[in-house]
């Protein structure tokens, strides 16, 4: 069997490892929402991930309402993003663009006063970060059939402008409560049209932007991202696993380069206790590279990929605190606790401060 050290064919991209960065959220971009210089020695760091997946990049300034962080819908932005992939590729490493709407989880002080986008005219639970400090979500409105597409639209040049600037590939942000997971699960997708009520209907979004990016891309440059286990950010679905199941067939149709899988750990302590995983069901429906994450460790991780589990993990908090991630799990070495302060500051400090082993 195949260890996590070993290395993968993903799509049109070979890789040295099983030992992914995960897509992290740092806010060290400008209020513009452009990469910055120190973003691109933090990823050039990570280089020796068999495949970096850069932070949530917004398509397009309505989808994007977190501060600090980056989009790439402007020629200034392709700019910025362009010296970060040159420096990972001059490192000798490998990066997609995760693609990112929020959709009802923008905040309207982001955008000028106007209201977030969703599949239905909901809210989200909780407080939106802003630039102001946390506010309270307002209720989104429900998208019309013509802006969804224009919304794929969005997704589509985005994967252009992605292109680009040099990455090489995108992943399609279908996870953790934003606005392709607010369409996919019943507790926020409330329509009664041909983008709601049943599981085709609901997956219809999620293909329909798949199909839209690979067209630019290819499908062998393309990943998607999903979390079927649990609530996320209010959202969430009474039946997950047909749902995510048949959302995995059909990316299985489209031969997509990977699909990764949140799959928190089996105490629930991260995750929904309440229901048995849903990744085992996805492997079965899925024919590709199928790719896990939440709260590996190395020991969960190698036995996941030597017994079929899956085929490689992406690892967060990890890479975020370790640059030299695979070489430390190849030598079983102690990790660099992350510090939380640190997460979402616009500094150097918690961002490409962490030592290697050889520092």
């Not at 409330?190 to 009520?197: F, K, P, V």
């Not at 079983?332 to 939380?340: F, G, Q, S």
């Amino acid at each position: 069997m195949p260890s996590l050290f070993d290395p993968i064919r993903i799509g049109a991209l070979k890789a040295p490892n099983r030992i992914f960065m995960a897509p992290l959220t740092r806010a060290r971009g400008t209020r513009d929402h452009l990469p910055t210089p120190i973003m691109a020695e933090y990823y050039a760091q990570r280089a020796s991930a068999g495949l970096i997946i850069s932070e949530a990049t917004g398509i397009s300034s309505e989808g994007l309402g977190w501060p600090f962080a980056t989009g790439i819908w402007s020629d200034a932005q392709v700019a910025g993003w362009s010296v970060v992939t040159d420096a990972v590729h001059a490192a000798g490493g490998r990066i997609f663009c995760q693609l990112w709407h929020m959709g009802r989880v923008v905040h309207p002080s982001l955008r000028g006063g106007a209201l977030p986008v969703s599949s239905s005219p909901t809210t989200a639970p909780g407080l939106a970060h802003t630039y102001d400090g946390k506010q309270p979500h307002v209720q989104a409105r429900a998208l019309t059939l013509d802006e969804i597409g224009r919304v794929i639209d969005d997704y589509r040049q985005a994967a252009r402008n992605a292109l680009r600037a040099g990455f090489d590939g995108v992943q399609i942000h279908a996870a953790n409560g934003y606005l392709i997971d607010q369409f996919l699960r019943a507790s926020a997708n409330l329509r009664t049209d041909a983008y709601g009520g049943s599981i085709p209907n609901r997956i219809r979004l999620l293909r329909e932007v798949c199909v839209a990016v690979a067209d630019i891309v290819g499908p062998d440059r393309l990943a998607v991202r999903l979390s079927p286990n649990g609530e996320s950010q209010g959202v969430n679905d009474p039946e997950p696993e047909p749902l995510f199941v048949a959302a995995a067939e059909a990316l299985s149709a489209l031969a997509i380069a990977f699909l990764e899988v949140r799959e928190p750990p089996p105490d629930g302590t991260r995750g929904r206790p309440d229901h048995p995983p849903i990744a085992p069901a996805i492997r079965a429906a899925f024919q590709g590279v199928l790719v896990l994450n939440s709260d590996f460790g190395r020991d969960r991780a190698i036995a996941a990929v030597s017994s079929g589990q899956a085929d490689a993990i992406t690892f967060g908090r990890a890479f975020l605190a370790n640059p030299d991630l695979p070489e430390r799990l190849l030598r079983n070495a102690a990790l660099n606790p992350d510090v939380i302060e640190t997460w979402y500051s616009q500094g150097n400090a918690g961002y490409i401060d962490y030592p290697t082993i050889a520092e």
